[in-house]
Structure formats: structure tokens, C-alpha cells
């Protein structure tokens, strides 16, 4: 992606340098990041008008407008397994949903001070499963999720994959795929990347791992198996330290990458505020489009 940083994003990124990344290296309790931003959420993010937030199967769901009944999104927030919850995401969710023309369900799962690893890739997966029962194939599911997020979404993607079960299609914004802190770009950026401070890193990964092996792939699925998976985007910001970790999943799994100069890390979430968040939930809700409407037009075994 090549264009010249808008006004705005320019704002954003010094904002974010100056206040938001000394905020995260300073604050020592995740409950008091938590508290923050829940309370910050509504006044920051901008949901749409028409939004409408129901439930299903025990989840809470956000549409807007006219949407399939038999199509959804199971979208995993981020917030470094810190923060983050289907409040918070509301404005995000509505968005995609606004913008793809789809459901889109958000599931609170447990955050590190609740409960350690693997509670949060149990809980995602027991999302999916209530999901299935309620009625919804597969194939008619997207999977999506930002940060911490993608984490979740791609050792569930992994997962599903190995027990023959493929979503329609998988976004990542920004995803966080490497618990082994092994990537290139946490040193090349690290003084590139406008809000998040690498050296809280390893402090995020010893809370929630709880003395797991961060090499694990559920842990970390950059290391995963995806055998058969299904068309994949994959958004990341060019100064972002997770550079690393999108550039080796996308490369693994032969995903469409789209790396967004200037762009801070999940920079969708200022959608609609935002021009450069606008045009990138724009090509994801895009994407999602066109991974059914390339479903749909696959032969049958019957026409074949």
C-alpha cells in the first residue's frame, strides 16, 4: 500500500506517541488497563447509525441494516488479553457489519486476570461450537479478530481446520501470532511503532501464558498446521513491531497481506473517523463479499 498519510492519521500517530504508548509502559495492573478503556471505548470509537445488538447462542451479535440470517462473523477482540470486551468492540463490530453486510458476533472470553492460558482458545472454541448447533455451517462463518484477537482467531482457525471444519474466510488486523517474541520487526520498530512499547512484551506473554510453552501452537500460531485453510486477509501497519508476525503467518498459510504504511496498530478501529481506517474495513468488508460469492459459484459434486 502506497499513499501519502492523511491529516488525521498524522494527528493520531503523534497523539499515540505522546500519550497513549507512555500511558501503556507506565501502567502496571492489567485491571486498571482494562478499567481505562472500557470507560474510553464509547467516546473514542464511532458506531453506526442503526446498530442493533441482540444475542445468539449465548453471544452477543451487532448488524446493521438487512443481513443474511444464515450468515455470521465470530469476530475475537483484542486488547493484549488485558482488556477488551463486546462493549468495547461494539463500535469495531458495527462497523464491519455496516460495511460487509453481515452479522457479527463477539464473544467475551476470559482475560488474563480472570483466568491464565488456554482458557481463552477454550472459550473461543466453545463460541464456534455453540454457533454450529445453533445452526450455522461452517462454510457460511468468517473468522476475524485484531491483535491478541488474531491470536485467538488463528490457533481456533488451526484448530477447526484439523477437525475438518473450514470457515468461509479468515481477516487478521494487526494480529499478534508469535508468543515466542521471535520476530524481526519487535526490534526494527521499536521505536517506529507509535503506541505499543515492546519492552512490556514479554511481561504480557509471562501473564498469560501462566508458565505455559509459548511455543505452542495454540499459544503461538505462527508455529500452527493449516492444512486446506480458506482465503485469508491479513492487515498490518508498516511500523508496527507485529509486522513480523503477519508477514510469517500470511506467508504460511499464502494469505493476501496488505502491510499500510504510517498506519498504527489497528488503525480500523477509527472507522469511519479515519480515512485510512475507512478504506481498510472498506477492502475487508470487500473481501468478505467475494469469498462467498466465490463459494457460491464452485461447481456442486452433482454438476461435476
Given at each position: 500500500m502506497t499513499r501519502r498519510p492523511s491529516l488525521r492519521l498524522r494527528l493520531l500517530n503523534l497523539g499515540m506517541r505522546w500519550l497513549a504508548r507512555p500511558s501503556l509502559r507506565r501502567t502496571a495492573e492489567p485491571e486498571v488497563v482494562n478499567v481505562r478503556f472500557e470507560r474510553m471505548a464509547p467516546y473514542i470509537f464511532s458506531a453506526p447509525k442503526g446498530l442493533v445488538q441482540t444475542k445468539e447462542a449465548g453471544i452477543p451479535v451487532m448488524a446493521v441494516g438487512a443481513v443474511p440470517p444464515d450468515r455470521i462473523v465470530l469476530f475475537l477482540h483484542g486488547g493484549a488479553f488485558v482488556t477488551g470486551s463486546s462493549r468495547s468492540y461494539r463500535a469495531f463490530a458495527g462497523r464491519l457489519s455496516q460495511r460487509a453486510g453481515i452479522k457479527v458476533a463477539v464473544p467475551d472470553y476470559p482475560l488474563l486476570q480472570q483466568a491464565s492460558y488456554p482458557a481463552g482458545p477454550k472459550a473461543v472454541l466453545a463460541a464456534w461450537d455453540r454457533l454450529i448447533k445453533a445452526g450455522y455451517r461452517?462454510?457460511?462463518?468468517?473468522?476475524?479478530?485484531?491483535?491478541?484477537?488474531?491470536?485467538?482467531?488463528?490457533?481456533?482457525?488451526?484448530?477447526?481446520?484439523?477437525?475438518?471444519?473450514?470457515?468461509?474466510?479468515?481477516?487478521?488486523?494487526?494480529?499478534?501470532?508469535?508468543?515466542?517474541?521471535?520476530?524481526?520487526?519487535?526490534?526494527?520498530?521499536?521505536?517506529?511503532?507509535?503506541?505499543?512499547?515492546?519492552?512490556?512484551?514479554?511481561?504480557?506473554?509471562?501473564?498469560?501464558?501462566?508458565?505455559?510453552?509459548?511455543?505452542?501452537?495454540?499459544?503461538?500460531?505462527?508455529?500452527?498446521?493449516?492444512?486446506?485453510?480458506?482465503?485469508?486477509?491479513?492487515?498490518?501497519?508498516?511500523?508496527?513491531?507485529?509486522?513480523?508476525?503477519?508477514?510469517?503467518?500470511?506467508?504460511?498459510?499464502?494469505?493476501?497481506?496488505?502491510?499500510?504504511?504510517?498506519?498504527?496498530?489497528?488503525?480500523?478501529?477509527?472507522?469511519?473517523?479515519?480515512?485510512?481506517?475507512?478504506?481498510?474495513?472498506?477492502?475487508?468488508?470487500?473481501?468478505?463479499?467475494?469469498?462467498?460469492?466465490?463459494?457460491?459459484?464452485?461447481?456442486?459434486?452433482?454438476?461435476?
Open positions: 461452517a462454510e457460511n462463518i468468517v473468522l476475524a479478530g485484531d491483535s491478541a484477537g488474531g491470536n485467538l482467531v488463528f490457533g481456533l482457525l488451526s484448530t477447526l481446520l484439523q477437525r475438518g471444519e473450514r470457515p468461509a474466510c479468515v481477516i487478521g488486523f494487526s494480529p499478534w501470532t508469535d508468543m515466542t517474541l521471535s520476530g524481526d520487526s519487535l526490534t526494527t520498530n521499536a521505536r517506529r511503532d507509535p503506541l505499543l512499547p515492546v519492552d512490556r512484551m514479554a511481561e504480557v506473554v509471562d501473564l498469560y501464558l501462566c508458565g505455559a510453552d509459548a511455543a505452542q501452537p495454540l499459544a503461538s500460531p505462527v508455529l500452527a498446521d493449516f492444512p486446506n485453510a480458506p482465503p485469508t486477509l491479513i492487515q498490518v501497519g508498516a511500523e508496527e513491531i507485529l509486522l513480523s508476525d503477519a508477514e510469517r503467518i500470511a506467508h504460511k498459510m499464502g494469505a493476501r497481506l496488505e502491510v499500510w504504511p504510517d498506519c498504527p496498530h489497528v488503525w480500523q478501529m477509527f472507522d469511519p473517523r479515519l480515512p485510512e481506517a475507512r478504506d481498510a474495513m472498506r477492502q475487508a468488508a470487500e473481501f468478505i463479499q467475494t469469498s462467498f460469492e466465490s463459494a457460491s459459484r464452485k461447481p456442486t459434486a452433482s454438476a461435476t
